[in-house]
């Protein structure tokens, strides 16, 4: 979409990614501030465009080493598919963290690269659930949960996205 540019940011524990998100944030608007233009971090702004979202990036690690490396589907392992199955099974609940806004919604449709299904995929980016298979080193197995956008508060939501997943382990 035009306009729009992806922001990657290099995986850390869960606190200090909140703080990166809001650090960027900050400093786009001031930026823009500067040079006398605008920028919007709704998830839909144009209607007819693609939205833009906020894919979250989740794993595991105890002791320095990957938890969610293993021999099942997309080379995750069985606690990685029990934390999947505790964020699908919360997802309606979380998406009123993740997607907080009735715009969020708008971005959440058919046709424009959204997450529209509630399932998990190792290819299917209409998932709500994508598994990045870039690699088979153990450190980077992944879930990336692709239905939160930014307008959501990355504290609250990545925290909440956690408890999901850790229920789903204990469940």
Same mark, same amino acid.
């Given at each position: ?42 998830? %839909? !702004? *144009? $209607?007819?465009? =693609? /939205? ?5 990036? &989740?794993? @595991?690690?105890?002791? #320095? %080493? !990957? *938890? $969610?490396?293993? =021999? /099942? ?5 069985? &606690?990685? @598919?029990?934390?999947? #199955?505790?964020? *699908? ?83």
């Amino acid at each position: 979409s035009a306009g729009q540019a992806e922001i990657d940011i290099r995986f850390g524990p869960m606190k200090e990614m909140s703080d990166w998100m809001m650090y960027y944030k900050y400093i786009i608007r001031n930026v823009a501030e500067k040079h006398g233009k605008t920028v919007t971090f709704m998830p %839909k !702004p *144009l $209607f007819g465009d =693609n /939205g833009s979202g906020m894919h979250t990036h &989740m794993s @595991l690690w105890k002791d #320095g %080493k !990957p *938890l $969610f490396a293993g =021999n /099942g589907y997309a080379g995750l392992s069985e &606690m990685a @598919l029990f934390f999947i #199955g505790g964020i *699908l099974r919360h997802a309606p609940a979380l998406t009123c963290i993740t997607n907080p806004t009735t715009n969020s919604y708008q971005r959440l449709v058919p046709g424009f690269e959204a997450p529209v299904n509630l399932a998990y995929s190792a290819r299917n980016r209409s998932a709500a659930i994508r598994i990045p298979t870039y690699s088979a080193n153990p450190k980077s197995k992944r879930v990336e949960f692709r239905t939160p956008d930014s307008a959501a508060n990355p504290y609250i939501a990545f925290s909440a996205l956690l408890l999901a997943g850790l229920d789903g382990i204990q469940n």
